[in-house]
């Protein structure tokens, strides 16, 4: 999966500015190739206390952003969250809340870097996540 | 009534962003759904019916998502909202502090010892800091524990625990590769402590020489991160399970029995406890213990070393593990499966109402049938002496061998019939209740479940078990060979 570097550059600005809290947000294509070329940052619902290791997205938010996104015709990809000073590997709530045919980025981020990003991705409801690997376009030039 | 469905869940509704479906209730509108869409069945629930985290149902703003919502009549013009719910969370926290962490430092020689532990990105210098934080109970310095303890010490895990009560015997050393022939007869905490001590003897070793009861169990793990059960008896593994779940301390269960092996993670973060998969043990003198039927050798090495290695995983935060799982492995065919342990809400140690809340209030013994029940007719027993002289007098008895034939293979009980315990039943009429006969098997266990399984059948000659089996009638046997026979 391609991610577009102003897309990675929206990503970093957003979770290494709300470490050492989690961030979240949308992942958006306006491709027909499903480049991952925007992003929507979303605010994490979580309760301040948990927010360093949880995090929750506004449906009804999220549902806005969604119609947004068909009016101007790009398409929801996947959503990515960080893991401040945590390897960017899924734990059990993450796995748990995976749709199936969305992609999932996760972030680790650690004092004001972005340390690495790896992608998932789950086929059916019941089946195990598997890691995808995410390309930035930086890295094919 | 109109549904919008997400984008992110269209494809199982035919790609439909708008469906009208019919229903006053979102219990309607959802039966309709799964009728006229089979796949968003999948989607919508799990395997237990139960509607999947991810599904958020909203009316209009309104969460409707809780079951309870789901029969409210709705108005004609309302909107559902069929939406997903993005969530989730920081992978495994380690079970040791970052406080705890930050007290740590060390010397060149370990930075040289921890090399190649340092050198894993998921370990690293802060990893190997909790290692060295770390605090663990190993209860049974036996064939489990041998693997578990080295590799914890060779970790460099800073204080480890080991709970034993025995000594080492000739017939440990296929498997219990901590023990050396040196240490036959010792101590088997002092075997260990030794092997620790050259491993690296800056480790802090704490040995404790007795068995585990429900008046010292919770002193001894009571204040540590861990607790790892390598013991082989039922009775110890529901005692250390309670311990930990009132104590809420992480328990890493392992358990072998000939050339299989079962390891788990019970109690942490209310998690399923050992009680929750197995609320109880089978019968006595059922399942054999690992001593009664024997390991591979290599098995408990296999097994020892998952246990370990989970234990550090647990220590450092990283990875997935077999919280509210079962790993069991069969080394005879190469097979592994993981099994899911789910949370038993009845459990009466970690259920929503338990009933246990001291472990001495608790009957173990009885729990696990090894005491006599009331309305139970004691089983009488004969020591090795006593029966070797009735053999010397010529006493008119009968001998029944209810082991196993390859059990049988390694030593021949002279002069004894042989009926395994299956066919006792229908082979009772070979017995002569005139006689007194005697039961024997290896540990004088499933010899009193012959009795009884005899007396249900509704034998009536007087009957008498071997205490102790031919395991403490050995030594009388071959130093009488030839004199009594």
């Not at chain 2, 930050?102 to 370990?110: P, R």
């Not at chain 2, 009664?292 to 550090?312: F, H, R, Y």
């Not at chain 2, 608790?362 to 089983?379: A, H, S, T």
Request: net charge negative; with cysteine; aromatic share 8%.
């Amino acid at each position: 999966m391609l991610l577009s570097e102003k897309a990675y550059r929206l990503i970093n600005e957003h979770i290494t500015g709300a470490y050492p809290y989690e961030a979240c947000g949308v992942l958006l294509t306006s491709t027909d190739d499903e480049r991952i070329d925007c992003i929507s940052q979303a605010s994490n619902e979580i309760s301040a206390h948990k927010a360093k290791e949880r995090f929750f997205i506004d449906p009804v938010w999220f549902y806005g952003i969604e119609r947004e996104a068909e009016i101007s015709a790009k398409k929801v990809l996947g959503f990515y969250h960080s893991h401040p000073d945590k390897p960017p590997v899924l734990s059990k709530k993450d796995e748990e809340y995976m749709i199936p045919g969305m992609i999932y980025i996760i972030a680790s981020v650690t004092g004001l870097k972005c340390k690495e990003i790896r992608g998932y991705l789950k086929k059916g409801a019941d089946d195990p996540a598997l890691e995808i690997e995410i390309v930035r376009e930086a890295a094919l030039i | 009534m109109k549904v919008y469905i997400s984008a992110t869940l269209r494809n199982f509704f035919g790609r439909n962003s708008v469906i009208d479906a019919s229903g006053s209730t979102i219990k309607d509108i959802l039966g309709f759904l799964t009728d006229e869409y089979p796949d968003s069945k999948e989607i919508l629930y799990d395997a237990s019916g139960k509607l999947r985290s991810f599904i958020q149902i909203y009316v209009g703003s309104e969460n409707r998502t809780e079951t309870d919502k789901w029969y409210k009549e709705l108005k004609e013009d309302d909107e559902v909202l069929l939406l997903p719910a993005i969530a989730g969370g920081a992978p495994n926290e380690s079970i040791i502090s970052d406080e705890r962490r930050k007290e740590i430092s060390f010397d060149d020689k370990e930075i040289e010892r921890f090399g190649k532990h340092l050198l894993l990105r998921e370990i690293g210098v802060k990893g190997q800091k909790r290692i060295k934080a770390a605090r663990v109970v190993v209860i049974g310095a036996g064939a489990l524990g041998s693997p578990v303890i080295q590799y914890l010490a060779a970790a460099g895990v800073g204080t480890i625990k080991v709970v034993d009560f025995d000594e080492v015997s000739l017939e440990n050393l296929q498997s219990q590769v901590i023990h050396t022939s040196r240490d036959v007869k010792r101590p088997k905490v002092a075997s260990a402590k030794d092997k620790v001590r050259n491993i690296d003897r800056s480790i802090v070793f704490e040995d404790e020489n007795s068995k585990i009861d429900t008046e010292n169990i919770e002193e001894i793990i009571d204040g540590y991160d861990l607790v790892i059960d390598c013991t082989d008896n039922y009775k110890a593994r529901y005692l250390i399970n309670d311990a930990c779940a009132l104590l809420g301390i992480p328990l890493v269960f392992g358990a072998i029995y000939q050339y299989e092996g079962q390891v788990g993670i019970f109690n942490l973060n209310s998690g399923p406890c050992y009680r929750c998969l197995f609320p109880t043990p089978p019968e006595p003198g059922l399942v054999p213990t690992c001593a009664e039927g024997g390991a591979i050798s290599p098995l408990p090495g296999i097994v020892g070393s998952i246990q370990a290695n989970e234990a550090l995983k647990l220590i450092i935060g990283i990875g997935k593990h077999l919280d509210g799982k079962l790993l069991t492995i069969d080394s005879l065919y190469l097979n592994s499966r993981i099994l899911k342990v789910g949370k038993n809400h009845k459990c009466p140690i970690c259920g929503t109402e338990p009933s246990i809340f001291k472990v001495e209030d608790f009957d173990y013994e009885e729990f696990c049938g090894l005491k006599e029940q009331e309305n139970e007719i004691p089983v009488e027993g004969f020591t090795p002496e006593e029966l070797a002289k009735k053999i010397e007098n010529d006493e008119p008895i009968t001998i029944i061998d209810v082991r196993e034939p390859h059990e049988r293979a390694i030593r021949r009980f002279p002069n004894a019939i042989a009926i395994p315990i299956g066919q006792l039943a229908r082979r009772k009429d070979e017995l002569d209740p005139d006689k007194d006969t005697i039961f024997i098997c290896k540990e004088g266990k499933r010899s009193i479940l012959a009795i009884n399984t005899l007396r249900e059948a509704g034998y009536t000659g007087p009957m008498y078990n071997l205490k102790g089996g031919f395991d403490a009638m050995k030594d009388i046997v071959f130093s009488h060979e030839g004199a009594w026979l």
